[in-house]
């Protein structure tokens, strides 16, 4: 008999830190908005020890920053943080689809092939916490086959804010080429084993996004 625990059962406080992330990504809460704790406790059905955790995750996450007098607010996302975000992004997955190519097997490539139909059929749908999360899983398997663990580390800990950029962005009607399309560009050159060409999808992909961007974001701060 096993009686081993093949998948643990979800948290209530895990509960509550993914519906309030997802929350402030979608921008169901926008940028600046105050977090009350009695109002937050209402909407998860929570108790405020548990909102209390989550904001303190999403503190971490840099979703959420705490103002004196005011208290936990929404985090502006502005072009000088969201800047660094996307160099970051270059050099770790420009390294990280070069030896993902590299190394890619019959068996990678299967499971590569089902990541990007999961995409396909995400961005039909229009579900933005879908497709977010699909394409996060996408991006995890190309990092876990390069063998690139400490570097997928450093992406989980931008995850917050990547992903906020990429609900802001990946649907926009200034792209040229539909995000799908610049991803599958992307996963293509990897299962021909292109490497130069897998590197060049990704900084194209990249440089689109962060031009789309920094033109919402400096409009928004023109605004403010």
């Known amino acids: 008999m096993n009686l081993k625990i093949e998948q643990p059962p979800i948290t209530l406080r895990e509960m509550a830190l993914t519906n309030l992330r997802n929350a402030i990504i979608t921008g169901y809460f926008p940028a600046g908005k ?43 996302l502005n072009w000088h943080v969201a800047q660094q975000i996307y160099d970051i992004r270059l050099l770790l997955e420009q390294s990280a689809v070069a030896d993902c190519t590299q ?24 579900k933005m916490q879908d497709l977010l999360s699909v394409s996060r899983e996408l991006y995890r398997f190309i990092f876990e086959v390069a063998n690139h663990d ?18 802001m962005t990946i649907n926009s009607p200034h792209r040229a080429v539909t995000g799908y399309q610049r991803i599958c560009t992307i996963v293509e050159a990897i299962l021909e084993k292109d490497v130069r060409a897998a590197k060049a999808a990704v900084a194209a992909h990249l440089h689109e996004a962060s031009s789309i961007a920094q033109h919402i974001l400096e409009s928004q701060s023109q605004d403010a």
Do not use: M
């Open 34 to 76: 105050r977090l009350v704790e009695r109002v937050l406790c209402e909407e998860l059905g929570v108790s405020r020890t548990v909102v209390r955790e989550a904001i303190r995750y999403l503190e971490a996450e840099g979703l959420v920053e705490t103002l004196a007098n005011k208290g936990p607010i929404v985090s502006v």
């Open 103 to 126: 190394k890619l097997d019959d068996t990678h490539s299967q499971t590569l092939r089902a990541h990007l139909q999961k995409l396909h059929d995400a961005f039909e749908d229009g």
């Open 150 to 167: 400490i570097a997928w580390e450093v992406v989980e800990r931008l995850n917050g804010r990547i992903s906020r950029l990429r609900a």
